[in-house]
Every structure is written in structure tokens, then in C-alpha cells.
């Protein structure tokens, strides 16, 4: 019943992205080449499922995919080096293939417009005007590192460097990360200039601090870090631990804080929403204790790793969904994480509980709900991952879970 179910849910997104291709064709739709919600997270959906007894071999689509997406590059070439909306998304999606000849000016053609995006960006970013989409994971420099770990090619080393170097540098700046700190109107929109009024330090994992330092922390176990980093390390570190919550309770943390908070080292105004999810809150903040507990070798920051996703496991505020962004998909993909790299068995029943409850999952997503951050292709990937070890891909990357670290 439940590779049935799959098969059909599959299916279904495969009927979707058929008639895409064929609707918009001669349509500039920028949406389709995202990593977030485009044909990058189908391509490895494919590539994952097909390995699979009792899944068909999906090399034909996945290829007819990839030809679609050169072809929409050719015609309209590419908006942003981003991994979420851009080249290294892409570039990602097929990197499991790089040793395909058929794939090889594409890969080398998609990581030559990253390294000229990132010279021009780091070299275009006003410091006083900063935005997420400059410094981020989703859009912002820190998610291109994110993917240039990845590749074990000299070549780019130079690129590697100077991000590192450039975020380290943001957050050892001498005035409690107020670099990072994203004056209104220069959010990412028009709502949430509204929401933060006053501007905000963002502190989640998508748009945030503990994003950025998780990346620093993966760049520095794989060699692109120096002294320098780990004080970028350390500095927002002491952000989360000056902020806490501890006085309602603890492992839990406000979505930003305003330069009044910061400068006075206290909490003065309430939280706009408090969520325990991937993307905002606790579950995406015990990610960076863990990565930075591992890189320091601190006892404490890893237990207290442990101890705030186990808070936000019983707690669950916020989370009404099953996507991975800011659903129940995502925590427990930490979880598993968090299993593997520390052995421990804190998070098994939540583990068992999930892929006991997979058919209920997989049908909570309506037609238009089939993406890969906040859909179905995501969700079904979580599963495939926690069922089976076998992986081809890289699909876990962009959501930081580096499996490598430990």
C-alpha cells in the first residue's frame, strides 16, 4: 500500500510538471528553475525514488526534465547564483550526474556563472542597506558556500574563501552583529517591513543567524575557515545565548530582535510569532549548537543542541503543516539527524511516529501542494530517507543537514 501510495503521488507530480512543459514553453517563468518549488527538487526526487525495488527507473524523464531547463536557460539565461531560486540550486540538482558526459557543459556552464554572481555580489552589497537576500541561505551568499562545499575542485576554492571570509567579517564586526542587522524596508517584502517596523537581527535559520553560522561552522570542518571564523562562530553564539527566553522558558528564542534590544542586552518588545520549526525557531537554532558543539568540541553547546529540539519536539508551537520549511517534515528530518550524528535515541518514538503515520502525511498535501520546500516532493524525499540509506543526491543540503559532519 504505502510504495503504491507513493507511486501515485509521484505520478501525480510528474502529470504536473508534463503539462508544464508544454503550457510554458515559450513563458518566462523564473519558477521553474527554483530549487524551492521548480523542476531542481522533481530531478532528485526522480534520481532518489528510482533507486528504489518497486519504483520504475525515471532516467528518461529526469533527463527530459534537465533538457527543458537548458532550454529555458538558453532562451532566457539566469536571474541569480541563489540556491533556492537560482544557479547553484540547479547546478546542485545535477551534481550526482557531473561524471555524465551529456552533463557536462551544464555543470561547468552553471558553476562559471556562479563564481562571476559571487564576485559581483560581494562586491555590490552595501553594508549600511543590507539585506537577507545578500547574507542568507535561501538567497544570499551563505546558501551559495552551502553548495560550493560541495565540490571538490580547486577551482573554486577562491570563491569559497572569499564568502567565509566576507560573513566572517560581517559577524566580527565590534558591535554585536548590528552589521547583519536589516533596517526597515530592506526586508525580503513588503509584509514584513510592515512586521518589523523598527527592523529587525533576524535569528532563524532561513533568513537568519543561526543560517549563517551553521554554513561558517560546515566551511570550517571541510578547511575554508581561520581564527576568524571561529570568532564569527562564538560571536553569534553569544547572541542566542544573551537572548534566550529563559525567563518563560528555556530553548526557546524570539524570531529577531530590535538594535533597542541588542544595544541594551535585554528583551523589550514581544515576539511577532514564535514557531518550533526549520526555517524559524528552535528546531533550526539546536542545528547551529550542534554544528558549532561539534567544531569547538564543547560538551555544553552539544547537549544543549539535544536538549532544544527534544523542548521543541514536546512544544511544537506554530507547526500546523507536514512541508519541510516550517512543518512537522522538517523537525523530524533534524531529528534524524541529530540520531545519526550523536547516536542518541532521544527522538526515536517521534521518528517511528512519523513514518507510521506516512499515508496520512503524504494525502495532507492538496494538488497545488507539490514542491519541494513546502510540498509533497519534499516530504516524500524525507521519507524515502528515513525508509531507505541508500542516497544519490544531494537533496539535504540546501535544508543544512550535513550527514559529513561528525
Keep these: 500500500m504505502k510504495t503504491e501510495l507513493k507511486q501515485q503521488a509521484i505520478e501525480k507530480i510528474i502529470e504536473k510538471w508534463d503539462r508544464k512543459l508544454i503550457e510554458n514553453r515559450n513563458e518566462m517563468d523564473f519558477t521553474e ?8 527538487g522533481v530531478v532528485l526526487l526522480l534520481a532518489e525514488y528510482g533507486l528504489r525495488e518497486g519504483f520504475p527507473n525515471y532516467s528518461n524523464k529526469i533527463e527530459t526534465y534537465i533538457e527543458y531547463m537548458v532550454y529555458k536557460l538558453s532562451r532566457y539565461g539566469m536571474l541569480t547564483g541563489s540556491i533556492y531560486s537560482g544557479a547553484s540550486g540547479i547546478a546542485l540538482s545535477i551534481l550526482h550526474l557531473q561524471e555524465q558526459p551529456n552533463y557536462h557543459n551544464l555543470f561547468n556552464s552553471l558553476n562559471d556563472y556562479i563564481v562571476y554572481y559571487v564576485e559581483e555580489q560581494i562586491k555590490s552589497i552595501d553594508i549600511d542597506e543590507i539585506s537577507p537576500l545578500d547574507y542568507d541561505i535561501i538567497e544570499g551568499l551563505a546558501g551559495i558556500l552551502n553548495y560550493l562545499l560541495l565540490l571538490n575542485d580547486s577551482h573554486y576554492d577562491e570563491q569559497k574563501v572569499k564568502i ?16 547583519f542587522y536589516i533596517k526597515p524596508n530592506n526586508q525580503m517584502s513588503e509584509l514584513e517591513n510592515n512586521v518589523y517596523p523598527k527592523g529587525c537581527l533576524n535569528l532563524g535559520l532561513a533568513h537568519g543567524l543561526s543560517g549563517v553560522g551553521c554554513v561558517l561552522c560546515y566551511a570550517y570542518r571541510k578547511g575554508f575557515g581561520n581564527n576568524q571564523t571561529l570568532i564569527a562562530i562564538k560571536n553569534i553564539l553569544n547572541i542566542y545565548e544573551d537572548f534566550e527566553l529563559t525567563d518563560w522558558q528555556p530553548f526557546i528564542w524570539k524570531d529577531s530582535l530590535t538594535k533597542e534590544e541588542i544595544t541594551t542586552n535585554k528583551i523589550i518588545h514581544q515576539a511577532n510569532f514564535i514557531r518550533d520549526a526549520w526555517c524559524y525557531g528552535s528546531p533550526g537554532i539546536s542545528l547551529f549548537y550542534l554544528y558549532s558543539g561539534l567544531i569547538l568540541n564543547d560538551t555544553y553547546l552539544k547537549d544543549k543542541a539535544e536538549k532544544i529540539l527534544k523542548a521543541s519536539m514536546d512544544r511544537l508551537y506554530g507547526v500546523d503543516t507536514n512541508m519541510l520549511c516550517h512543518g512537522y517534515t522538517g523537525i523530524i528530518q533534524i531529528c534524524s539527524l541529530f540520531k545519526k550524528i550523536l547516536g542518541t535515541n532521544s527522538f526515536n518514538n517521534y521518528i517511528e511516529e512519523f513514518i507510521g503515520k506516512e499515508d496520512e502525511v503524504i494525502k495532507s498535501f492538496g494538488d497545488d501542494e507539490l514542491e519541494f520546500l513546502e510540498g509533497l516532493s519534499g516530504c516524500l524525499l524525507a521519507f524515502n530517507e528515513l525508509e531507505d540509506s541508500t542516497k544519490l543526491s544531494y537533496w539535504k543540503q540546501p535544508l543544512l543537514l550535513f550527514e559529513d559532519f561528525s
Design 33 to 40: 528553475l527554483t530549487f524551492s518549488s521548480g523542476i531542481p
Design 164 to 179: 567565509v571570509n566576507y560573513l566572517s567579517n560581517l559577524a566580527n564586526m565590534e558591535d554585536k552583529l548590528l552589521k
